[in-house]
């Protein structure tokens, strides 16, 4: 078994990774709502002879 610290340092590194796969979860999340969003705007443009 590691030692106190060892787990510690292992604990430290699984919740910074954690913390990054939640921020990538929020990118996530924002990119497909705009990216729902990107093709009724363009549409609109095309509509609108802007495209």
């Known amino acids: 078994?590691?030692?106190l610290t060892e787990q510690?340092?292992?604990v430290a590194h699984l919740?910074?990774?954690e913390a990054k796969a939640?921020?990538?979860r929020?990118?996530?999340t924002e990119t497909a709502a705009e990216l729902d969003a990107l093709?009724?705007?363009v549409?609109?443009?095309a509509f609108a002879g802007r495209l």
């Open 26 to 28: 929020v990118l996530q």
């Open 39 to 41: 093709p009724p705007a």
């Open 15 to 17: 919740d910074a990774l």
């Open 1 to 3: 078994m590691p030692s």
């Open 43 to 45: 549409l609109a443009k």
């Open 22 to 24: 939640d921020a990538l």
């Open 8 to 10: 510690q340092q292992i």
